[in-house]
């Protein structure tokens, strides 16, 4: 693939490269299973000698020609699908943590992932401080022990849309030792790279823009190849001692900068599985050959939208990262200048309960436990995604209880509007 090519060309283009005779859209390789003529061949493969294929649950053609695509709009050297987003967030932080270590995130991840690091990693024995990724520098380096392994955030939070400092963030967390993992499921690679910016690691839920369509569930990890691990060998065994489980093999050593991805594939995924099937990274490709049209139109709508709530009389907030006067504007215009993503927060006036029964009259937009796909929908965290957290962690994380999370599609926006309209007006 020709890395000078524009990203929009990336999307259609990058991964599969048929040869002569060959189909010209990515197949579908559904099969647990690949043929080889020796045992030794095989035997090689189990020790990390050869590369090719031996059982789905660890590789598949299918799912490493779409990791790739995805690695290259990102800008990174590898990466690795998995079957959830979820999945892409646990083994990001689980390749470098194990029992007695310890991370730093930031209080306003999605609430499945903050329960995910605060409560069943815990279980696990890593432990996890939670800090405002606002604070000073002083705040967040004050959450760091000897034994923290990373700190882990988002680009645009979901769904308090807090827009995250990347290089403040990643100077701190390069102070201390550890990489940057980032969530960039909302902006997507189309409008923020945060590799450019020193994240180390990005992940994503393929489940929401990068799908689309909001068929298949899929998650993925990419690395940027631009963390020392073995300037920082100590902090992260894993990847610079032996591992007996494969012979004592040096991820580092043998490696090189694709020593993370390649421990995630063949350490995590053979042990715990979490594969995306093919049929699902067959579909995330389709995908991703309009993620450069659609995200742009996800932008544009929300913007309208997000203004036409802002003058509303029964609006009590709004917030949108592409608002002038948002507290996270400037920010946004920085990392993000040709748009953040397609979601908004806002709340009515009379509270919670007045927000909840505005949600019921909505006809275009459905009340789905979903975001960032193509048709445009809506939730209420506190009552739905964010249920399992306390008021106080929803305070933490900037979940107002009024707060609506309004994904704008790409329909025509006149319509969504005069949707909210007809349901503002039961108000």
Known sequence: MNNNYRIETKCIQSGWNPKKGEPRVLPIYQSTTFKYD????????????????????????TNDIVASKIAELEGGVAAMLTSSGQAANYYAVFNICEAGDHIVASSSLYGGTYNLYGTTMKKQGIDCTFVDPDASDEEISAAFRPNTKALVAETVSNPSLVVLDIERIARIAHDHGVPL???NTFPTPINCRPFEWGADIVTHSTTKYMDGHAMSVGGCIVDSGNFDW??????????????????GIVYTKKFGKLAY???????????????????????????????????????ENALKVAQYLSE?????????????????????????????????????????????????????????THVADAR????????????????????????????????????????????????LQTV
């Not at 995590?268 to 490709?285: E, V």
């Not at 929908?377 to 933490?396: G, I, N």
Request: hydrophobic share 40%.
């Open 38 to 61: 020796t045992s030794d061949q095989m035997g090689r493969l189990f020790d990390l000698e050869d590369s090719g294929y031996f059982y789905t649950r660890l590789q598949n053609p």
């Open 181 to 183: 993992i980032v969530d």
């Open 230 to 247: 073995e300037m920082h060998a100590d902090k992260f065994p894993g990847l610079t001692t032996p591992d007996e489980s494969y012979h």
């Open 261 to 299: 991805i390649t421990k995630a594939t063949a350490q995590l995924m053979r042990d715990l599985g979490s594969i995306q099937s093919p049929q699902n990274a067959f579909l995330l490709n389709v995908g991703l050959e309009t993620l450069h049209l659609r995200v742009p139109r996800h932008c």
């Open 312 to 368: 509303h009389e029964k609006v009590a907030w709004v917030n949108y990262p592409g608002l002038d006067g948002n507290k996270y504007h400037a920010l946004a215009e920085k990392y993000m200048p040709d748009g953040s993503c397609g979601v908004i927060a806002f709340g009515l006036k009379g509270g919670r309960a007045v927000s909840v029964g505005f949600m019921d009259k909505l006809q275009l937009a459905a009340i789905v």
């Open 376 to 423: 445009t929908c809506v939730l209420h965290p506190a009552s739905h995604t964010h249920r399992q957290m306390t008021d106080e962690q929803l305070e933490e994380a900037g979940i107002a209880p009024d707060l609506i999370r309004f994904s704008v599609g790409i329909e025509n926006v006149e319509d969504i509007i005069a949707d909210l309209d007809q349901a």
